[in-house]
Structures are given as C-alpha cells and as structure tokens.
C-alpha cells in the first residue's frame, strides 16, 4: 500500500503529547535523547510537563512538534511502515524534509530550534513600535473571495489555503480587525481571531527568512528521495536546491494547502496519513473532496489500530 505521510505544523502541539509512545518504543526513547542532545534541552521536559503557554512559545513549538511527528514516523517504522510521499503544514514540512532523506534527524532540531528563534525575533521587533500581529480563519468564503478584499487592506495578507471555504488571514492585528469587518460584509459565515504571537507567512517576516537563509547555508541538503510536497507552490520539490528555496520562503509565504492537497490525490497513494498530533489535517483532507482516505495516528492506540490494519 503506498502512504503519503502529511505532517502537522504549530498549533497541534498539546501537553502530554507523544508519552505513549515514549513509554511504548525504544526507537522514540532514542529520538528524544537525539532531540535533547541537539538542542541542549530537556524533550521529556519540554513535552510531557510544559504547560500550554510555555508549548505555544514558537522557539517551543518548533521543537516539540518536529518530535512528535518524527516520533509518530519512527513507531511506524518499527512495525514496517513507510511513507512513499510526504508533506507537512507549515513547521511539519520539516519532518517531511527528513523522511524525505534531505536532511537528518540529528541536523533537523537545531534548525528548527533556530527556526524558531528568528521567527520570534522577527515578531518581536516588528511589535516593539507600538505594533500588533493578528491572525484569524475566514469560514464560508471562497479563497478568491478572501483574497480580493484583504488586497485592498494594507497590512493584511494571505497565509493559509486551509480548504476551499476556510482561509487563514494574517498581518498587523489592526489591519486584520479591518479586513474581518469587511469579510464579514461580503458574506464570511465566521470571522474568528486566532491566538498567535506573531503575523506568521507574511511579508512581515522577511527579516527571518533572511536571517534563516544564512543559517541554512550551514547545513547540506540532499535531494529528495521520494515525492516532497511544498507549502510554497503546492507542487512536488525535486531537487536540493528547490528545498533550500522553499525553506527560506516558506517562513514568509502562504501555505498553499489545497494545492499540496489536489496534488497528493494525484499521487497514485491509496491513504494519507497524518503523522503526528491532532487530526487537523484529516479534518482538512476531508473538506477537500479527495476520494482517498486520510488517518489520523496521534496517540499509541490510534496508530496500533492502524498498524492492524496496515501489516
């Protein structure tokens, strides 16, 4: 059976996350002792006793999901599962990148972590005058739709294609609160502000992306060893270098989600798996229309249930 594996991003992280296969799985005791080596942190820590403010700190959050959905891929190897394509939301894509073989588990953390480091940074300066970052998901409303009145809204951007009738907007919180008035005037069913610390895959976080491009120079990727979905243009990235460029961008673009997802199904797969916590992007998956199924695994009992059934 060939699986594309879809990784989740920031936002899906919970406490507690990942205990029940760290207790089940010497192959995840070890990636967690890999992680922590890497990023000179406490995993089991930062994981299983950090409460929901300290998860939700984006140098936190880049961490701890990259371990729980490398920890979800690692059970699933153990029982002789493999992905024969991979993909991820946003921070899932690098997960992705190393189940691709474009980068190693060891080399993975610190990158995230640094990741991390500069998105905050850039959140930071670009509220230190006085400023605000927003986000919020428009519900009921074609993307094109969206697109069109948050074009005349300075400050306010595009950031995830989550589904055909759910688009995420981001920018300066002003500029946001302006565009969901205005959204909410052509026909928008909902409008709801999302709790973030920063105006993530926007123009607003260059700085970043320019700061992570010189720190990714330090590090050799490889080409993708098998179908690598990219966030930026929703198609399939064959090359080291159009990882590379990927990765810088993708901090400050738009999330191209139901293009990534038109081109999965495209795939020849006969199951998308969701490998890691939450069951954001099944829910996702499913809005989409695609006549293949998609599983969530985050926890030990989902992914035994679908084990059963895989081998």
């Not at 509220?127 to 094109?144: D, F, K, T, W």
Request: aromatic letters at 8%.
């Amino acid at each position: 059976m060939q699986l594309c594996f879809l990784y989740p991003g920031q936002g899906a992280q919970y406490p507690g996350m990942g205990k029940d296969l760290f207790q089940a799985s010497a192959a995840v005791k070890e990636l967690f002792g890999l992680a922590s080596e890497a990023c000179e942190c406490d995993t089991e820590a930062l994981l299983f006793d950090s409460n929901e403010d300290e998860l939700k700190q984006t140098q936190n959050t880049q961490i701890a999901i990259t371990l729980m959905n490398l920890s979800v891929r690692r059970y699933l190897l153990e029982h002789g599962i493999e992905s024969g394509g991979a993909a991820g939301f946003s921070l899932g894509e690098w997960a992705a990148y190393v189940d691709a073989g474009v980068i190693s588990e060891e080399e993975v953390f610190p990158i995230v972590m640094e990741r991390g480091r500069l998105m905050a940074q850039a959140s930071e300066d670009f509220q230190s005058g006085g400023a605000r970052s927003g986000m919020a998901a428009v519900i009921g409303l074609p993307s094109e739709k969206v697109d069109e009145v948050i074009s005349t809204v300075e400050g306010a951007f595009p950031a995830n294609y989550n589904s055909s009738e759910q688009t995420v907007i981001s920018g300066d919180a002003n500029a946001i609160e302006r565009a969901s008035e205005q959204l909410k005037a052509v026909g928008a069913r909902r409008v709801i502000p999302l709790k973030v610390s920063g105006p993530f895959h926007t123009p607003l976080l260059l700085p970043a992306g320019s700061g992570f491009e010189n720190f990714l120079h330090n590090y050799t990727l490889q080409d993708p060893k098998k179908p690598l979905y990219s966030n930026v243009t929703g198609s399939i990235l064959k090359s080291s270098t159009d990882v590379f460029s990927n990765a810088v961008l993708q901090i400050s673009s738009p999330v191209l989600w139901t293009r990534e997802e038109a081109e999965i199904a495209d795939g020849g797969y006969s199951m998308c798996v969701e490998a890691g916590p939450g069951k954001v992007l099944t829910g996702l998956w499913k809005k989409s229309g695609q006549s293949i199924e998609c599983r969530p695994t985050g926890s030990r009992e989902k992914l035994d249930e679908l084990i059963g059934e895989l081998v």
